[in-house]
């Protein structure tokens, strides 16, 4: 590894054209390959990034100052994740496949033509990695799992907080779909934002993706909407994950809840895009009390001098807030490295400046803010922008109907006596929600419909079946689910 | 109709804030009802609209110029969809319902929570009408129809070229909503451009939709990816929809593809997104000979003013051009009104100078290319921008594997011994298209996948059966096709 004991020098011009260049000539031949075939090319990733644990898991460490432990478990979650949308692949029903036949009756007043429609790859993909999950929403992460499994090339930006580890994944990744037979720029690694921003901007590249901060991501997103031709741009951007608490529960088993939340806020040392930061809670329940003299874990450095320097700078602002208080801190003062803290309001102090108090502090900080009655939990929601989640710590006989549809429309996950840290890779997960949650409210970025974002349909019309796409043609060699004249009709 | 019969205001300023807010407060009862109950709202709408054929149609006539034929059919074609889109929220499909059940031993390295998925509208739409579909694509239009049925309210941004048309089917639409019982603030009609702007800009609007000119619809996609908070902009700007024809095909029928060319590129004057626009036949086979001698029809006055002079000017440009000539024109010179046009070039006329050579001149005419062999035809495809259309005029032992690769690629319909004018409403519909066709390369205008532009995903975790959407409850009370653990399980 000496070659990369110095920082990874940014992508060259000349580099980033041939690189370009490249996942534009492996487009056609990646698309053609059959579902089943992708498949297998996401396999020989999730093998080999596998097989090299013990050497990618030490550079993690050292450049993220994430546990060894939770490192493991994220390279676990990373190889599954290609695995998944391997078995996505084979299954079919992500094609969307649509067969209506020829209908000279069709009652909309002119005869149906034979109409059939699937759902092809948009073309080569800008990843751009996140910081907080170095293997999961990083170089072999979700997104290029997604666009992989779709029949995009991928060109990831490595995030520069670690760098080291994205060379040797990408190297890891890039041998093991050489190997497998992939097409030559099927994958390529882009350092240095400069050789991202003009990725996006080149008209060979149909679509970005991004995990990261608002300022970020609402840059590369306004980037990719003003190109000649825009593309869509899928940024997870920031959240503040409300948790409110009924007064019901609070009484029921505030301890519990207490002991969850710190859990949950403190986790990977809040770095999580899904940390509760602000917490709703009844007053004079004992919730605030039982904070207050909650155990909150020791400082612990944060992923890098960047987001360490963010961290202080926010929650600086957000305690010379005269709205809010320190509530608890962790064992050492706010400093290098910063310590666990919550600060309290009120609700009201909410309600009057809702846009500073719920600044998302990256780290390991929320906000507690106790209500007067639960009719105030309803605009409370309502003064929340977009949110990846929104919990509600209730009882069966909590009357949260109206709290549930507000929070359904403010967020892209509502929770139910859960945390929201810990976002499980399923077919019903929706990790996304209205902006600044991210910059395509209709798109999630985690779970098996994540494919569907670097998708786009064709219709073929009156097509002889020797010049159909497998997925139409009337014998269904792929055996995939498909809408036939407007009926489920599986293979 | 005295009431009518002066050119409708613009909105007020103090209007339009109170049909911002009627919509905004209608959001949540209008997304509260059974798909069941938005369905009769539909019908309702079509029922009345139907009924109001004989006030609607001899007014867009007068407007619009076009045949009480062709307006008769667009209105059958208009409630059609109405009631299409009712059979999509009785059938469910459209939610696209997964439900993940709990999984201890889910091989992510985690649990696996209870996670149920559903679709959820987006909130209230402005639509921006088309001029020449002023049924179809105007104010009980297909995007109106699509967005009510996801359940958004609408704001119907009145087309200036019909007013009068718009405000009596707005009328018809209100009325009908009301008596079916419609939250009020479901619909109102928007007039003038500065209004259609500003509720683009406001933000209790959430996605906005249109039909038009690559310019016009490239403003307001500007506006509504630059507000602070972004919004999903469905546009359909424009199209070439070139047709290439085989040498195989020009040899074996030659004389009707002639026909068929000059049919669908005169149809309706030649003012549909979907006209063909370039037709590439083999040289010496005697297509540009028949297409010389070809009977155009006579000239016929275009929609409105604007439109003509637009046509007048496009068409000039063309003549202009030295790469260009004339191989047919009808019976009147180029004038007030336009005769149908017929330009020819050559292939490498074409390569050299495709941008020009390929725009769009909305109205009868069209541009014929003489190829030298079929190799020309995968760069001459390769050679267009993103098309709502692309054409093969071929026969069954045509080799056009690569052709169609391509034009899967450039467009989002591709047709085969048809023409692409008349845009079936069904099922597999897909009507886009990478830009400029459209701003939204994933969605379609027509077709019940429309209804997917306005909705958007949430996932519910761990919750509780009794405050979960019908949709995801354990006995399925509206009886839909869910994914249930990674399997597609019907009702």
Redesign the interface.
Known sequence: MTVLSSVLPPTAETELEAVLSAAHSAA?PLA?LRPGERARLLEAVADAVDAAADDLVPVAQTETHLAEGRLR?EL??TT??LRLFA?VLR?G?YL?A???HADPE?????P??D???VR?P??PVVVFAASNFPFAFSVAGGDTASALAAGCPVLLKAHSGHLRLSKLTADVVSSALAEAGAPQGTFALLVGTAAGSAALKDPRV?AGSFTGSIPGGRAL??IA??RP????FYGELGSNNPVFVTEAAAAARGGEIAKGFVSSFTLGAGQFCTKPGTLFVPAGSGLVGALRQAALPDAAPLLNDRIQNGYVEVLGALERNPRLSVLAQGSAPLADPPTPTLLLTTAADMLAEPHALQTECFGPTAVVVEYDGESQLVPLAESF??QLTATIQGT?TCD??AL??VL??K????????WPT?V???????H?G???AT????S?SVG??AI?RF??????????QH?LPEALRDDNPLGV?R?V??R?A?A
């Open positions: 056609g053609a478990g676990q979650r599954f994740q078995e299954d029903g969307d649509r067969i209506d069709w009652p909309m007043g002119a149906r033509p109409l059939r429609r092809i948009l073309g149909k997103f306004d909407s003003s031709e825009p593309i869509p922008e977009g069966d949260v109907a549930v549809e359904s429309r967020a892209g996950r509502v929770l139910w006596n859960q810990g499980s890779v399923t077919y019903a997960q929706q996304g209205p902006y600044p910059t395509a409210v209709g999630t098996t419909a569907e998708l786009r349909p064709v219709a073929y019309q009156g097509f002889p010049l689910s809408l004249d407007g489920r599986d």
